[in-house]
């Protein structure tokens, strides 16, 4: 076996001492080839290492404490405190430095002493299944990317899709993008029921601005949290492990604070790079903002001002908008072909009615209202069209269908590609909801809005009105009355408002977000990489 030749040279410290004071145990020291599949479990303390261009290496390190008293025990545990001190000093040639706590008895169980933590040694070092260094160790190796997100409402999962589309995109095999809803797939009951319970709160109005506002100061979100953190930091820590992320993305506000905690007592904030996309537009909640972040992309300068308030520093602020696909940067195919595939008529002026993902929402009776508004009943001809998405709702969607309309109106179910039904209509209808709006402003289309969440999607009704961007009306009635105007006689009003929402759009926001990260994760590979902390 070839041994690399690694010279090490430290002062003395309380380290050798303690070793000095171990001379008069018996002292075994084994070494052992660890091949690809993952390197031997050794339950006495071992350090290993990879040399270059030469096999890895272990080091075991086993005290032979029968008969011996407690002071044995005593000794061995400094000598373990004193290593962990000390082995972030040891230069660049470690790939990888860890310290076993001693229980295996030394079993190899063939999978890497890493896998019992998915990665994660209970004394804070951070390996991959081959034993190599967190962040990095392999030359060449794809970086990997994990992104925090939670399905409630569906704008962070749009966004976390946006992210994971670009980075493809853009850099292809380079890296490898994981999408992970971490209190649904990495914590134990009742923390994992928190889709369900926002699903629950939203609809209960009350009960969600309570919730919403009652946790904003933070005295109250920051205890809760410290909290939390008590039941699912071990549960938590496993689930970013196992994904051994270079680069970790929240796009949920409840997505920093307990995974930065867990990083920050591992020693890990200097090796991974810790960036929040935060999705709201204007309100947003303050559990988005976290000092020791990495990176804070806000969509708006609103967004921006909040963070700086948070305590968030310049050089951790940037706004490049709202993540949206990349599908739409692509050019807009001609309104006519979009509604020929679409089933619509051609020449008629449409609009888009959506209820979101589940089709929530005053959708019949506001399609009922335009259904009548947009038929002139002087000329006996329709005046314009109406696209109706439904989501999920299977039973809006037939029912809708079963109607005998008097204009042309096409329902369509759970629709993928959003960026031809915008690109087919004129002008669309919808609650507050930033992903939409943002996407709409993409289009270049006016919007009415017809209800906002109390709390995050309060401030996006001004955000669009105040802009000259579109209207706000809660009235089926009166929504269907503006668009009749927009499709006649007020025209020009609606022209005034697609330019003004091609004025806010930022439609390349998302691939500014996946170079700036691009940047951080290549800046951060320069930086001396231990994978054991003190």
């Known amino acids: ?71 044995i025990r005593r000794i061995a545990t400094e000598f373990n405190r004193a290593i962990r001190f000390h082995c972030d000093k040891f230069p660049i040639g470690f790939a990888s430095l860890g310290v076993g706590g001693g229980d295996s008895n030394g079993s190899d169980n063939g999978a890497g002493a890493a896998d019992n933590n998915n990665g994660l040694r209970d004394n804070g ?9 967190l962040n990095g160790a392999v030359s060449g190796s794809a970086k990997k990317v994990l992104i925090l997100m939670s399905d409630t409402g569906g704008g962070h999962r749009a966004s976390a899709e946006a992210i994971k589309a670009a980075f493809n995109e853009e850099f292809g095999d380079e890296y490898q993008v994981f999408v992970t809803d971490l209190w649904s797939d990495h914590t134990p009951w009742p923390f994992n029921q928190l889709p369900r319970s926002y699903n629950f709160l939203v609809k209960h109005g009350p009960l969600w601005k309570m919730t919403y506002y009652g946790t904003a100061p933070r005295l109250v979100h920051q205890s809760n949290f410290a909290a939390t953190s008590t039941f699912i930091a071990r549960e938590v820590a496993k689930g970013l492990m196992k994904y051994q992320p270079d680069i970790i993305i929240s796009v949920h506000p409840l997505m920093q604070h307990v995974p930065l905690r867990v990083l920050r007592q591992k020693g890990l904030l200097e090796k991974i790079v810790f960036t929040t996309v935060i999705t709201d537009l204007s309100t947003c909640h303050p559990t988005w903002f976290h000092k020791l972040v990495t990176r804070c992309y806000c969509p708006t300068s609103e967004v921006a001002k909040r963070a700086s308030k948070a305590g968030l520093k310049p050089s951790q602020i940037k706004v490049y908008g709202l993540p949206v696909r990349p599908s739409f940067v692509k050019p807009v195919r001609p309104k006519a072909e979009l509604r020929r595939e679409l089933g619509m008529e051609e020449h008629l002026p449409a609009v888009l009615l959506m209820g979101g993902g589940e089709g929530m929402g005053p959708i019949e009776a506001t399609a009922r209202a335009l259904g009548d508004a947009l038929y002139d009943e002087n000329l006996g001809e329709p005046m314009g069209q109406v696209l109706v998405v439904c989501g999920r709702n299977k039973k809006l969607a037939e029912k809708l269908r079963a109607i005998d309309w008097k204009v042309p109106v096409q329902v369509k179910g759970f629709v993928t590609k959003m960026e031809e039904g915008m690109g087919a209509c004129d002008c669309i209808i919808t609650k507050a909801g930033p992903g939409t709006i943002a996407e709409a402003m993409i289009r270049g289309l006016p919007i009415i809005l017809n209800d906002y969440i109390a709390g995050q999607e309060v401030g996006n009704v001004p955000y669009v009105v105040e802009n000259g961007c579109g209207k706000y009306s809660k009235s089926p009635k009166e929504i269907a009355r503006i668009v009749s105007e927009w499709f006649g006689p007020k025209a020009d009003e609606l022209q005034a408002m697609s330019q003004n929402a091609l004025k806010l759009a930022r439609p390349d926001s998302v691939f500014k977000i996946v170079h700036d990260m691009h940047e951080l994760v290549r800046q951060r590979s320069f930086v001396p990489q231990y994978s054991c902390t003190t």
């Open 1 to 71: 076996m070839h041994n690399p030749s690694i010279t090490t040279t430290q002062e003395p410290s309380p380290l050798y001492d303690l070793v000095s004071q171990l001379g008069r145990f018996a002292l075994s020291t084994r070494f052992r080839n660890l091949r690809s599949e993952g390197h031997s479990a050794l339950l006495s303390n071992f350090l290993y290492f990879d040399g270059p261009r030469s096999p890895k290496v272990s080091a075991s390190l086993r005290l032979n404490t029968r008969g011996s008293g407690s002071s």
């Open 125 to 133: 070092c951070a390996l991959n299944e081959n034993g190599a260094a």
